[in-house]
Structures are given as structure tokens and as C-alpha cells.
């Protein structure tokens, strides 16, 4: 952890342009924007991928992520929709291992978006991953 980036931020020892300081989150712009505008929502708390992330932290992350959506909306900048992005792992597009969420303001022809061609699979192989969804899924403590 000691090599955290956004660890360095939340602490205030590493410089960050804060938009959203907030006891369990903070939101700071990107220094590698896809769009302008575009800004990070992290938990204060040290997380580095989903499975470490509090679910009560994760929820904190989105509600601000969505409120952030909304005044980018609301704002003088030229914004005709939101993406939130999270990415889990290296295979997802993770680089920095501390969970942030990334609040993107689109225009259209910005050139941002999901580059991949969708699947058609049948029902079957559907169930079958449903299945193997559900198997793996374990019911919450509470």
C-alpha cells in the first residue's frame, strides 16, 4: 500500500484538484482525462479490487459518482452524458490497485467508449453461466 497514488491523495501528501471531499470518499480529477472533466471517486479506505472493498464504501463511491454525474450535467461544461467506469483487475483495465470509480462527461464523437463487438450466445450457454454465476454467489451477512 505504501506505493498507493490515491492512498498519497487521500492522505493530502500527494497533490490532487479535490471536487468531493466527503468523510468516506474523495473525488479529484484525472490527470490522464479521456474527456474533460472526466474525474475519479475513491474510498478513503484501501481497497484494491472489489472483493476488499466494503460494501458500505462501495455504495458511498457510487451514490457520490451519481451525484457527480449530475452537476457535470448541471455545469457550464459542454456534456450530453455520463459513463461511470470501475475497473477489477488487471484483465479489466486496472492500473492503479485502489478502487476508483471514473465519472466521465461524453459529448458525442469524443471518442471514448467500449471498443468490444457483443456476443449473440443462445439460451442454453446463457443458463449455464447464469448457473455458474449463482453457484458462486454468497449470501451476505446481515
Known amino acids: ?44 479506505r484501501h481497497a484494491s479490487g472489489l472483493a476488499q472493498l466494503d460494501p458500505d464504501d462501495g455504495a458511498a463511491v457510487f451514490a457520490a459518482g451519481q451525484r457527480i454525474a449530475t452537476a457535470l450535467r448541471a455545469s457550464s461544461l459542454p456534456i450530453d452524458g455520463v459513463n461511470l467506469f470501475l475497473a477489477d483487475g ?14 466521465v462527461p461524453r459529448t458525442g464523437g469524443d471518442g471514448f467508449g467500449v471498443r468490444a463487438r457483443p456476443q449473440s450466445p443462445n439460451r442454453t450457454v446463457l443458463e449455464g453461466t447464469a448457473d455458474a454465476i449463482r453457484s458462486a454467489l454468497t449470501v451476505p451477512e446481515g
Do not use: W
Open 90 to 103: 488487471v484483465a479489466a483495465g486496472q492500473e492503479v490497485f485502489h478502487v476508483h470509480l471514473h465519472v
Open 1 to 44: 500500500m505504501n506505493d498507493c497514488i490515491f492512498c498519497a491523495i487521500v492522505a493530502g501528501t500527494a497533490p490532487a484538484s479535490v471536487v468531493l471531499d466527503e468523510p468516506d470518499v474523495l473525488a479529484f480529477m484525472d490527470i490522464r482525462p479521456f474527456t474533460s472533466g472526466h474525474l475519479l471517486v475513491v474510498p478513503k
